[in-house]
């Protein structure tokens, strides 16, 4: 049983950065493939990055490529998120997910843990 915390959430102005973390226990890191995803009021939760055990093969949905970028330590087994140039669209519960696979996913089914999500609200 894995479990994971979301840290680093909070309140910024458009063009800000945030660095999301989520840091996992119970279970041996680099054996999961991990992902972010992200809820915003009266919306799906929908994907936003993943990556996989060794931290290649990094996965990012549109509107954030060339913004956010995913990366790991195994070693701190910690996940990471930069989000850069953020814009008000961003805003949403963000949460990290882990499958028992080794590479990450776009589909949010196809993860097994889930953490409880850090808010982000980016203003105009």
């Known amino acids: 049983q894995v479990q994971l915390v979301e840290s680093g959430g909070g309140l910024v102005q458009a063009g800000g950065s945030l660095r999301l973390s989520c840091a996992a226990s119970?279970?041996?890191?680099?054996?999961?493939?991990m992902g972010w995803f992200r809820q915003a009021p009266g919306k799906e939760r929908e994907f936003v990055a993943a990556?996989?055990?060794?931290?290649?093969?990094?996965k990012y949905e549109d509107s954030v490529l060339g913004r956010f970028i995913i990366s790991r330590v195994n070693a701190d087994n910690t996940l990471f998120l930069q989000m850069n140039s953020l814009e008000p669209g961003d805003t949403a519960v963000y949460y990290c997910?882990?499958?028992?696979?080794?590479?990450?996913?776009?589909?949010?089914?196809?993860?097994?843990?889930w953490g409880q999500g850090t808010q982000v609200t980016v203003s105009s």
């Open positions: 997910a882990a499958r028992k696979r080794p590479l990450g996913s776009t589909s949010l089914t196809s993860y097994d843990y």
């Open positions: 990556i996989s055990w060794d931290g290649t093969s990094p």
């Open positions: 119970g279970g041996t890191f680099s054996d999961y493939g």
